[in-house]
């Protein structure tokens, strides 16, 4: 299989991106890992440290060609990259479907229809420009309404990545964010035969006003931004 997805990580917040990394780089499919921002925390660079000796090339930089690119950590560098280059499928964890398209929502966000999301607000800029850009063929996007679920545990639907988790001290309520962003991506692509855990809908991010890392996201049929396919529930 060849080793295609670009994956953008951000180390210092936790360790679900060291996760999702080293999932792709089992699943045969990882290029490299481009952290987005650069670590700067001990334990960032100790994330950097450990990805690197298990065989996946750490870097700063998209590089020249990059079919797939996965993304769990800011779209500062994807930004740069989207102004002389294409890329064929963006996925990220990141994002909102709230109850003017969700019938069932989980409860914590029953009612609302915008929320906080931690990748789009890492660099809002760069986010703003990567949903209006035409260089991009496909984005997949898994966004807090479902990654929350608890179903998204070591409890729920990872069990057969048990040693995966457990080497990482993972607790078994731990939601897996990254992780099943890229699940969904590979099956999407065609990169892995494995049935999909997520319905999907065609939609249009939006925001409330560009508030930095305070901006609340949304989903809708008309805004400025592009149509995406995002999940909206569980099947």
């Not at 939006?206 to 396919?229: A, C, D, F, H, Q």
Request: proline fraction near 4%; charged fraction near 25%.
């Amino acid at each position: 299989m060849e080793k295609e997805v670009v994956y953008i990580a951000e180390l210092d917040a936790d360790v679900d991106d060291v996760i999702a990394a080293e999932y792709l780089h089992r699943k045969g499919v990882l290029k490299e890992v481009v952290c987005d921002p650069l670590p700067k925390m001990a334990e960032g660079k100790e994330r950097k440290k450990q990805l690197e000796e298990i065989g996946i090339k750490v870097s700063s930089k998209i590089p020249p060609v990059a079919r797939y690119v996965f993304v769990g950590g800011a779209l500062t560098e994807l930004a740069r990259y989207l102004i002389n280059h294409k890329i064929e499928y963006l996925v990220m964890n990141g994002g909102f479907v709230g109850c003017n398209i969700v019938k069932n929502s989980l409860d914590k966000f029953k009612g609302k229809q915008t929320v906080r999301t931690f990748n789009f607000n890492c660099d809002v800029k760069a986010t703003d420009i990567v949903l209006k850009s035409p260089n991009i063929g496909t984005i997949l996007l898994v966004g807090k309404n479902v990654c929350h679920s608890e179903k998204n545990t070591l409890n729920g639907i990872w069990g057969e990545e048990k040693e995966l988790l457990e080497k990482y001290h993972v607790k078994p309520t731990k939601r897996q964010h990254d992780m099943l962003a890229c699940r969904e991506g590979l099956i999407l692509i065609g990169l892995l035969t494995e049935p999909s855990y997520l319905n999907y809908k065609a939609v249009r991010p939006y925001n409330t006003g560009l508030k930095g890392n305070m901006t609340e996201w949304g989903s809708t049929v008309t805004s400025p931004y592009r149509s995406v396919l995002a999940a909206v529930d569980w099947k």
